[in-house]
């Protein structure tokens, strides 16, 4: 290592080191909401979950490409909506829904 750049990182590293008077970052405290209403029964039941398609390979080779897309995407949004569903839930009531 030459002395030139030897000497470039004595005086460029301390600058990036932290400095004793530096202050700590804080962060904020959580905000905590009461919710003075609860939902209606039909909405604090957990989602149900039911088995999927047979996973044999000779059946879904039979399922045209563009169809079984729309499968999936049927299927993704059922499960984004159950997981809402369940989190609504276990909002309300902590550990209903697992």
């Known amino acids: 290592m030459s002395i030139a750049i030897g ?14 008077d530096a202050p700590l970052a ?3 405290p959580p ?3 009461k919710v003075k209403d609860t ?8 989602a149900d979950r039911p088995d999927g398609l047979p ?4 059946l879904i080779a039979q ?3 563009k169809i079984r897309a729309g499968i999936i995407r049927l299927a993704r949004a059922f499960s984004t909506n159950a997981d809402r569903a369940d989190r609504l839930v276990n909002w309300n009531a902590p550990g209903t829904c697992k």
């Open 39 to 46: 939902p209606p029964t039909e909405l604090l039941t957990c």
């Open 7 to 20: 000497f470039a990182l004595l005086t460029a590293l301390p600058a990036c080191a932290r400095h004793a």
């Open 31 to 33: 905000i905590v909401v």
């Open 63 to 65: 399922i045209p490409t």
């Open 26 to 28: 804080i962060a904020p």
């Open 55 to 58: 996973e044999d390979p000779s």
